[in-house]
């Protein structure tokens, strides 16, 4: 697998679509056909636009395989895990000055988690009996 790198930016926009229901076959149709404006009128879709029409095989390598965000901040990652697992602060996990802890996860999930977040974010995780894992999120540079 290709190592996509997005943006914040683009990552929260794309998983902002994503969220609303519209698969990435769809997205590509969409952007295909130039019919951006049926993802969210309100959404200002301009840099993901650029980056389908300067590579669409990288883009829909992004929507199949996967992407690293280049820098994700402490807000930037409560909103991923929102858009992108459906985890809320507070709710889900429990959020910390330099990161978070407690958040639960599969397998699945977080090996995707692993993936997207970028080399500022350290990923601990803690055994149990159970199939899901608790797993604390800290800032590397507070390690």
Known sequence: MKNNKLSMMDA???????NKGISNDE???KLEEKETHLFDR???LTSLISLYEEDKTKFASILHDGYTVKFVT???LINLLKLKFNKIAERDYQLLENGIKQLQMDEQQLASLKQLLSINWVIQEETNESSLKFIHIISAATI
């Not at 929260?12 to 994503?18: A, F, M, V």
Request: charged share 25%.
């Open 12 to 18: 929260i926009l794309l998983e902002t679509i994503r």
């Open 27 to 29: 997205i590509l149709q």
């Open 42 to 44: 309100n959404t200002e």
């Open 74 to 76: 402490r807000n930037g």
